[in-house]
């Protein structure tokens, strides 16, 4: 059996033997082909959307293969362009190129010498049209932080559109063990509103907070009110965090008078029993990103033997979104006009 029939049987779930997400699986073959050569430099990836087809996943588990795989180094996204495996500038010998770039630097040096200006003078004007040069180019720095994995892909998704950003996450655990983690020159933190006021009290006025509101999508509200009373209804999440999200966003679409429990993937000793108990089972956002496939295997066992599988949408509401981007829109155009004569 190939490697890629392999990959292809574990994400169909007919052969078990991995019990990794099944996003670190795909990350894995495309690492795989990139040092065996069979992806090689400045190759344009597939689109998110024709990669999830190709592998029959998700577009947001796609998203998560191609972030952790920048992250990592392994490939870059262009604004406009698409993915590309990274690549290395060898237009000419490092040698040659080094030579070159000194001599200008001399020569930028002995002509501001000529002018009168001190070497510790020249410094200071480097280091400042440096920086210039850099926000010129740069994009809006946004610091995405959320207590639960569900939260960030929701996140991630919204931001999507926002095509002026860099986008870097960071756990909310994290940024309160390590409060430094926050002045890494981010132009905003986003993160969503149950988090703001504690966030607040530790970024202080560093960074300037955009909170935004975390709603269900139409769709998943029809479902919940589809539910008739009495039922039993499940909740299946990847993190007790975003239960109570859920339930706090979804309880006013269900009857006062259906049964609500909930379990997190990491409970899979009493998953099965779970899943009997329930009449309608109510899936986090993406949450096939986050579960073993023998997970995924039971719900879809029990969607077929007749219980409601509803996989939740939620999005960051139109008021927040607007909010987001008119401040990264600003701040876009303040970054462009740095370095601009007067």
């Known amino acids: 059996m190939t490697e890629d029939t392999m990959l292809k049987n574990v994400l169909e779930g007919r052969v078990n033997i991995d019990k990794r997400p099944i996003y670190q699986l795909i990350a894995e073959a495309i690492r795989a082909d990139i040092a065996s050569g069979k992806l090689s430099e ?4 597939p689109s998110i959307r024709n990669m999830a087809e190709q592998y029959d996943v998700s577009i947001g588990t796609i998203r998560h293969v191609y972030a952790l795989l920048s992250r990592e180094g392994a490939v870059v996204s262009r604004r406009g362009q ?11 010998p490092m040698k040659s190129r080094k030579e070159r770039a000194m001599k200008a630097i001399d020569d ?3 002509a501001m010498t000529e002018l009168g200006f001190s070497t510790r003078e020249a410094q200071i004007f480097f280091e400042l049209r440096l920086r210039q040069k850099e926000d010129e180019r740069r994009p809006v720095r946004l610091a995405l932080i959320a207590a639960t994995p569900e939260e960030r ?12 950003t860099m986008r870097f996450w960071l756990s909310y655990d994290d940024v309160l063990a390590s409060p430094d983690r926050i002045d890494m020159g981010y132009d905003f933190i986003v993160t969503p509103t149950a988090l703001y006021r504690e966030l607040s009290l530790i970024v202080s006025d560093r960074v300037a907070i955009l909170p935004v509101a975390l709603r269900p999508e139409s769709d998943t509200m029809a479902a919940c009110l589809s539910v008739k009373p009495g039922e039993s209804v499940g909740f299946l999440t990847a993190s007790e965090g975003f239960f109570k999200v ?14 609500i429990a909930s379990q997190q993937l990491r409970e899979q000793a009493g998953m099965k029993e779970f899943m009997k108990q329930q009449d309608c ?14 997970v995924m295997a039971l719900v879809r066992e029990r969607a077929l033997s007749g219980m409601r599988v509803v996989r939740t949408r939620f999005e ?7 909010y987001v981007r008119r401040a990264v829109d ?6 462009r006009d740095i370095g601009r004569p007067d």
């Open 108 to 110: 930028t040096l002995s």
């Open 330 to 335: 600003e701040r876009y155009r303040e970054l």
């Open 281 to 294: 089972l109510m899936l986090a956002p993406e949450v096939a990103d986050f579960a073993p496939s023998s």
């Open 246 to 259: 859920m339930k706090q966003a979804l309880l006013p679409y269900l009857p006062e008078a259906c049964v």
């Open 316 to 322: 960051c509401d139109e008021g927040s979104m607007l």
């Open 153 to 164: 892909s929701v996140m991630d998704r919204a931001m999507e559109t926002l095509t002026m």
């Open 42 to 45: 400045h190759t344009k990836l």
């Open 82 to 92: 698409g993915t590309f495996v990274v690549g290395q500038v060898i237009d000419e």
